[in-house]
């Protein structure tokens, strides 16, 4: 139960800080016109039905959120500075869209979809994130680009004991594994390669890659269980 009031906390939240933040916008107008054209296209690939609508605001911290109620996807531009690549950028969009798709499924137009994806908002975050990587390969972006914005943006905590968020190094593995059985043309024709935050990635995912490895040699079909 606590954990459900808290989750409901945190989306009146952001439902209240859309009418604060509309307002004042001191963003470069190039940059928003990008970050909605790349939204746009990964809307309009995948054919999805839920409106959606994209904001760019004058924040300092980094972060993307989808707001429950109005299913605004609203980017900082201090996470914008940090990334390098459009296909990065259409990453973090591509994941927020999942959430936006969640949150208007069910009874009501998704009236009640914040307490499925509070109770459950790990598993949530992990179907974001492989469903992203299908969102971004329609769209014609890289799926790699998770895994390296993810290494950039997401934090590391010693142990799994977010409310919210499953261990980033979990998230990059599983993704890993999605885009190994899933999109493997991309690991052969790796384009990231010699990507200073994907090489972190394979320098930290060893023992991640190594289980991966174990699985694929015994043919198991059981859930990894990454650290």
């Given at each position: 139960m606590?954990?459900l009031?808290?989750?409901?906390?945190?989306?009146?939240f952001?439902?209240?800080?859309?009418?604060?933040?509309?307002?004042?916008?001191?963003v470069?107008?190039?940059?928003?016109?990008?970050?909605?054209?790349?939204?746009?296209?990964?809307?309009?690939?995948n054919?999805?039905?839920?409106?959606?609508?994209?904001?760019?605001?004058?924040?300092?911290?980094?972060?993307?959120?989808?707001?429950?109620?109005t299913n605004?996807?609203?980017?900082?531009?201090?996470?914008?500075?940090i990334?390098?690549?459009?296909?990065?950028?259409?990453?973090?969009?591509a994941?927020?869209?999942?959430?936006?798709?969640?949150?208007?499924?069910?009874?009501?137009?998704?009236y009640?979809?914040?307490?499925?994806?509070?109770?459950n908002?790990?598993?949530?975050?992990?179907?974001?994130d492989?469903?992203?990587?299908?969102?971004?390969?329609k769209?014609?972006?890289?799926?790699?680009?998770?895994?390296v914005?993810l290494?950039?943006?997401?934090?590391?905590?010693?142990?799994?004991?977010?409310?919210?968020?499953?261990?980033?190094?979990?998230?990059?593995?599983?993704?890993?594994?999605?885009?190994?059985?899933?999109?493997?043309?991309?690991?052969?024709?790796?384009e990231?390669?010699?990507?200073?935050?994907?090489?972190?990635?394979?320098?930290?995912?060893?023992?991640?890659?190594?289980?991966?490895?174990?699985?694929?040699?015994?043919?198991?079909?059981?859930?990894v269980?990454?650290?």
């Amino acid at each position: 139960m606590k954990k459900l009031i808290i989750a409901i906390a945190i989306l009146l939240f952001c439902s209240n800080v859309y009418a604060e933040t509309t307002f004042k916008l001191s963003v470069n107008k190039e940059d928003v016109l990008k970050i909605n054209r790349i939204g746009y296209n990964i809307l309009n690939a995948n054919r999805i039905k839920e409106k959606m609508v994209f904001e760019l605001v004058d924040k300092n911290y980094v972060n993307a959120c989808t707001y429950y109620s109005t299913n605004l996807i609203s980017v900082t531009d201090e996470l914008l500075k940090i990334i390098e690549k459009e296909d990065e950028l259409a990453a973090i969009l591509a994941h927020e869209i999942s959430h936006g798709v969640d949150y208007r499924q069910g009874i009501l137009k998704g009236y009640f979809s914040f307490i499925a994806t509070s109770l459950n908002s790990k598993k949530y975050e992990y179907k974001a994130d492989k469903r992203a990587a299908d969102y971004l390969v329609k769209a014609g972006y890289n799926p790699l680009a998770l895994i390296v914005a993810l290494n950039k943006i997401a934090p590391q905590l010693r142990f799994d004991s977010s409310l919210s968020h499953p261990l980033t190094s979990k998230r990059m593995a599983e993704i890993y594994e999605y885009i190994y059985v899933k999109y493997p043309q991309y690991l052969v024709q790796n384009e990231y390669k010699d990507n200073i935050y994907y090489q972190n990635f394979l320098i930290t995912s060893k023992e991640n890659r190594k289980k991966l490895e174990n699985k694929i040699k015994s043919n198991s079909k059981k859930k990894v269980n990454y650290k």
